[in-house]
């Protein structure tokens, strides 16, 4: 079964430091989704790719984080530097066409110390 | 913008007994609905989606769910708790027609009582 690849599962990272995260979705997904997920609390939007075109980036703090998605297939998420409160699950989603539903990743689970 | 409402972040239901899960969302456009299920550290599954057609869906895992337009809701339930059941629930809505922006609510963290 065709599953959401993301790596690495769990980073620790100190304080102003750079980190990254990638992201594979399902064969021929257009949609790629990136979220945030604190401990607690339900996953909120970062950014929507549609193809390689960002759709949607409108809670993304820009200033620190940013994303592509170069060919359209696989996506990388970069926060630089990373504060404490970056710390949380990062998910990676994609979906076949838009409005359809989400197929989810495991998720980068990051703590910054 | 749409958006979910999800009450009562902690739900305790007893094995065997009834689960349900309360949904309320907003949305100016058709809506299409979905619930997901979390275990720890693991990605987001979906056990059951509305999108148009029959308003009582079913999905995995014996959940099943009802669409009422006129109450905005899409409420969760199960007959018998099982205790694998206990897990974190999110209820989301997608914007049909829109940019597909899937809004989350905060979940329900379920646990099981033996």
């Known amino acids: 079964e065709a599953e959401v690849a993301q790596s690495p599962r769990y980073k620790i990272t100190e304080k102003s430091q750079a980190v990254a995260f990638w992201c594979d979705p399902i064969s021929g997904h257009a949609t790629l989704y990136w979220y945030r997920q604190i401990l607690g609390q339900g996953p909120e939007l970062l950014v929507q790719?549609?193809?390689?075109?960002?759709?949607?980036d409108s809670q993304l703090p820009k200033d620190r984080f940013s994303a592509e998605r170069l060919k359209g297939v696989d996506s990388t998420l970069k926060i630089q530097p990373a504060e404490l409160g970056d710390s949380a699950m990062y998910l990676c989603?994609?979906?076949?066409?838009?409005?359809?539903?989400?197929?989810f990743g495991q998720g980068t689970r990051l703590t910054v110390v | 913008a749409q958006s979910v409402t999800q009450l009562g972040s902690h739900v305790s239901v007893s094995e065997g007994a009834l689960v349900l899960l309360r949904c309320n969302y907003s949305?100016?456009?058709?809506?299409?609905l979905f619930w997901y299920v979390q275990y720890p550290n693991q990605g987001l599954q979906l056990l059951l989606k509305?999108?148009?057609?029959?308003?009582l869906v079913k999905g995995i895992n014996g959940f099943e769910a009802e669409f009422k337009k006129s109450e905005t809701s899409f409420h969760l339930t199960k007959p018998s708790a099982h205790m694998s059941d206990a897990a974190e629930y999110f209820c989301a809505v997608s914007d049909l027609g829109g940019n597909n922006r899937l809004a989350f609510g905060k979940g329900n963290q379920v646990v099981v009582i033996p």
């Open positions: 989603a994609s979906s076949l066409e838009r409005a359809t539903e989400a197929f």
């Open positions: 949305s100016s456009v058709p809506p299409y």
């Open positions: 790719f549609q193809d390689e075109s960002v759709v949607d």
């Open positions: 509305y999108t148009t057609g029959a308003t």
